[in-house]
């Protein structure tokens, strides 16, 4: 199985300042398709998850563009440029190039 | 506007069987793969099996911890989605998601789910 390791663990930030998480994958997530199928979805406190990323760097419907994602192979990072309230939760990097695996998620809260 | 609606979750006793139910609304069911992700208590996110569409074999995959206990199955015709779980232990307790794609990913969107509760 394909193992996805996230960093940090918790991301205290101040409302306005930016945040970036990394997530690093055990092996290549590229596909015979040629396509990385790299996920980030968040869940914010008391809600099911929600798709913010897809394939690496596509945000979503409704995601707003403080969001974006990058990265290849195994290394990829989600960034926020400008924290704002709602945006607290844990969030969660995602691969389904084989099969499908999670990483252990990053909990983001204000300072 | 997608929906997704969990329903048959409660309590259970180890060893027991539970079935859980996913209606479906607002996207073309039968193209669709569908997923359950499961969630315990506290803790992150867990793949627990997909059902792939009709032109794509129809193939369902699970993850290891469920395999040989719980099986997927859809109707189409009733846009419904089923997790049947048999031998359950205490580990499997989780909030389980119905989760579909629609064209993005297989994770597009995600139901409110439902507690299914494994305890003597």
């Known amino acids: 199985d394909i193992v996805m390791t996230q960093t940090p663990l918790s991301s205290p930030v101040t409302l306005g300042q930016p945040a970036s998480i990394s997530c690093r994958s055990s092996?290549?997530?590229?596909?015979?398709?040629?396509?990385?199928?790299l996920n980030w979805l968040q869940q914010r406190p008391g809600q099911p998850p929600r798709l913010l990323i897809y394939k690496i760097s596509n945000r979503f419907s409704g995601v707003p563009d403080r969001f974006s994602g990058s990265g290849a192979g195994t290394d990829f990072t989600l960034k926020i440029s400008r924290v704002e309230a709602e945006d607290v939760g844990v969030y969660y990097c995602m691969q389904a190039t084989q099969s499908v695996t999670f990483g252990g998620g990053t909990k983001v809260e204000i300072k | 506007e997608v929906q997704l609606v969990e329903s048959g979750g409660g309590l259970v006793k180890p060893g027991g069987s539970l079935r859980l139910s996913c209606a479906a609304s607002g996207f073309t069911f039968s193209n669709a793969w569908m997923s359950w992700v499961r969630q315990a208590p506290g803790k992150g996110l867990e793949w627990v099996g997909r059902?792939?569409?009709?032109?794509?074999?129809?193939?369902?995959d699970y993850a290891a911890p469920v395999k040989g206990r719980f099986t997927i199955s859809r109707d189409d015709s009733k846009n419904m989605l089923y997790l049947q779980m048999n031998s359950l232990k205490t580990e499997d307790t989780a909030v389980y998601y119905c989760?579909?794609?629609?064209?993005?990913?297989?994770?597009?969107?995600w139901g409110q789910g439902t507690l299914v509760t494994v305890s003597s």
């Open positions: 059902i792939k569409i009709k032109i794509h074999g129809g193939t369902i």
């Open positions: 989760v579909t794609g629609v064209g993005f990913t297989e994770v597009d969107y």
């Open positions: 092996q290549s997530l590229v596909y015979s398709d040629g396509n990385t199928y």
